[in-house]
Each structure stands twice: as C-alpha cells, then as structure tokens.
Nanobody, 120 residues
C-alpha cells in the first residue's frame, strides 16, 4: 500500500534551517508529482511546494519563495524540503502528499506529518 513517511522536523531558531524528507513506497514514485503542505494551529492546511515527477518544474507558495526548495531523488523514492531563513510563522506540522492512481481512481495520500517549530 502507499506509504509516505516524513522526517527531519524539530525546533529551530528564527533564521535557521531544516531539511525535511519524505520516504515514499507502494507506488511508482518517479511517475508522480509530489507536494509538501503545512498546517499551523487554528489554520487550514496549505500547499507549500510541489515538484513534477521528473523534478523539472517546481512551484511554491508566495510566503516561502526564495527561502524553501523542494527537490526529489527518484532513485531513493524520496522528496525533500530544504527550509532556510525560517520565521516563526513557518511553525506548523508539515505533510508530504501524493495523488496516486489506485484501482482506477485518483487517491490522495498523506504522511503522518512532522512538526516544525521556529522559536527563540
């Protein structure tokens, strides 16, 4: 079955960096776009970044452009989110997402999430 497992979250000071990883299994990873979302307390889940299947195209939320970079390694079935110049407002649970064809249906899959806290 499809599994997405995030790692790399933690507590970091403002201006610091973190690198999130999402290990995928159960589907042909190299055939699908991958996304990172985040959800802060009391707020709706929002798209942070997306990368196409081969990694040739990316897009970002305006709030993270120039600070975050999404990348992938199709040989390792892993997608990454490099987060630099972190701000307190980046504090959230970060989720990996894939929309995958399963049994002739497109299905939405999510990881368990990893907490990122930006605080001094």
């Amino acid at each position: 079955q499809v599994q997405l497992v995030e790692s790399g979250g933690g507590l970091v000071q403002p201006g610091g960096s973190l690198r999130l990883s999402c290990a995928a299994s159960g589907f042909t990873f190299s055939s699908y776009a991958m996304s990172w979302y985040r959800q802060a307390p009391g707020k709706e889940r929002e798209l942070v970044a997306r990368i196409t299947s081969a990694g040739g195209s990316t897009n970002y939320a305006d709030s993270v452009k120039g600070r975050f970079t999404i990348s992938r390694d199709n040989a390792k079935n892993t997608v990454y989110l490099q987060m630099n110049s972190l701000k307190p407002e980046d504090t959230a649970v970060y989720y990996c997402n894939a929309v995958v064809w399963v049994a002739f249906q497109l299905r939405d899959y999510w990881g368990q999430g990893t907490q990122v806290t930006v605080s001094s």
